[in-house]
C-alpha cells in the first residue's frame, strides 16, 4: 500500500470520509480477496498520480462491518468516491486502471 492510500475503520470513517474537505475514493477489501488484491496495485499507481487532489482510503470490510452495510456493500472489491459527503459514484469488481481513473477524474471535475 502507497503513502496515499491509508486505512480507515467504522470509527473514523465520518471523520476521514464523511467530513473531508476533497473527495475521497473508498476501497471496500478484505485481505483473502483476489480481485482486491489485483486492485491494490492500480489503486496505489492512481493515489500516486491524484493523491494531492482526492483522498484515498481502504476498509477492511472483515474488521469494519458497520460502515460497509450502512453502505449496501454486498460484493468486493467495490469501490465508492465520495465527494461532500455522499456518494458520487460505484465501481464494482477489478476494473482496467482506466475506468478507475475516470471515476477518479470525476471527482476532481
Request: glycine letters at 8%.
Amino acid at each position: 500500500m502507497s503513502e496515499k492510500v491509508s486505512n480507515v475503520s467504522d470509527a473514523d470513517f465520518e471523520q476521514k470520509v464523511i467530513k473531508s474537505d476533497k473527495p475521497t475514493l473508498v476501497d471496500f477489501w478484505a485481505p483473502w480477496c483476489g480481485p482486491c488484491r489485483g486492485m491494490a496495485p492500480i489503486i496505489d499507481e492512481i493515489a500516486a498520480a491524484y493523491g494531492d487532489q482526492v483522498n484515498f482510503v481502504k476498509v477492511n470490510i472483515d474488521e469494519n462491518q458497520k460502515t460497509p452495510a450502512t453502505y449496501g456493500v454486498r460484493s468486493i472489491p467495490t469501490l465508492m468516491l465520495f465527494k461532500g459527503g455522499k456518494v458520487q459514484d460505484t465501481i464494482i469488481g477489478l476494473v482496467a486502471k482506466e475506468r478507475l481513473e475516470t471515476l477518479v477524474k470525476k471527482g476532481v471535475a
